[in-house]
């Protein structure tokens, strides 16, 4: 199965609203990165955070990860038309080897 | 710095047939991952390499192998194509130091569109 699951799995949002994904996870992390991308195209690293921090912000973004509740979630504010596409999370395990997965995604759709 | 780049971007290939798919990282990037997407499995971790080891695998076949060359650019080869096979091969590259695996921020490339038919 895989170490990260985003909720909701679809999220439809006017232009200006905030938008806030979830992603959980099973196993001790090492780090967790979210991605976004554009329909069928590659991915685009938005945020990585360790597993020792809390909170971090990147422009419009902002993540939070709880170790404790194995989950971190994704804000984006003021969103716009352009950031519709698909957000994964993705872990780092702490063992050196196999554990680097991407979760599902969460599909957003930013509605002008 | 130019992006990760991945030759062809659309493959059409036969059940049976063998493909190859390339992949050039960012300059100075080390490490190279490869991905496999599909709609029903979502993104799943193909393999990495380093310095021209794979030093790590996910659960693949041995139809799905890969190699690197001594400029860092990757090869993925798949045999005997499985129309199961029909995917976006995405390959990424990082930065990496030490003996860390693909923990660092990864650069995606555009990806390879295949096709089994």
């Known amino acids: 199965s895989q170490q990260g699951e985003e909720d909701p799995q679809a999220l439809s949002i006017q232009e200006g609203e905030n938008a806030t994904m979830n992603c959980s996870y099973k196993?001790?992390?090492?780090?967790l990165q979210w991605y976004r991308q554009n329909s069928g195209r590659g991915l685009v690293h938005l945020i990585l955070i360790r597993s020792n921090e809390r909170e971090k912000h990147s422009g419009r973004l902002r993540v939070t990860l709880d170790t404790s509740k194995k989950s971190s979630s994704l804000l984006i504010t003021a969103s716009r038309a352009a950031d519709t596409a698909s957000y994964f999370c993705?872990?780092?395990?702490?063992?050196?080897?196999?554990?680097?997965?991407f979760g599902p995604g969460t599909r957003l759709s930013v509605l002008p | 710095k130019a992006g990760v780049t991945q030759t062809p971007r659309y493959l059409i290939k036969t059940r049976g047939q063998q493909v190859t798919l390339s992949c050039s990282p960012i300059s100075g990037h080390r490490s190279v991952s490869w991905y496999q997407q599909t709609p029903g499995q979502g993104l799943q971790f193909l393999f990495e390499?380093?310095?021209?080891?794979?030093?790590n695998k996910g659960n693949f076949p041995g139809r799905f192998s890969g190699r690197q060359f001594s400029n860092s650019r990757s090869e993925m080869n798949v045999s005997t194509l499985e129309l199961g096979d029909s995917a976006l091969y995405l390959c990424?590259?990082?930065?990496?130091?030490?003996?860390?695996?693909?923990?660092?921020?990864?650069?995606f490339g555009p990806g390879t569109r295949l096709t089994v038919l």
């Open positions: 993705a872990t780092a395990s702490d063992n050196y080897g196999q554990n680097f997965v």
């Open positions: 390499y380093f310095s021209e080891t794979q030093r």
């Open positions: 196993t001790s992390i090492n780090n």
């Open positions: 990424a590259s990082s930065v990496n130091s030490g003996t860390s695996g693909p923990y660092n921020e990864q650069f």
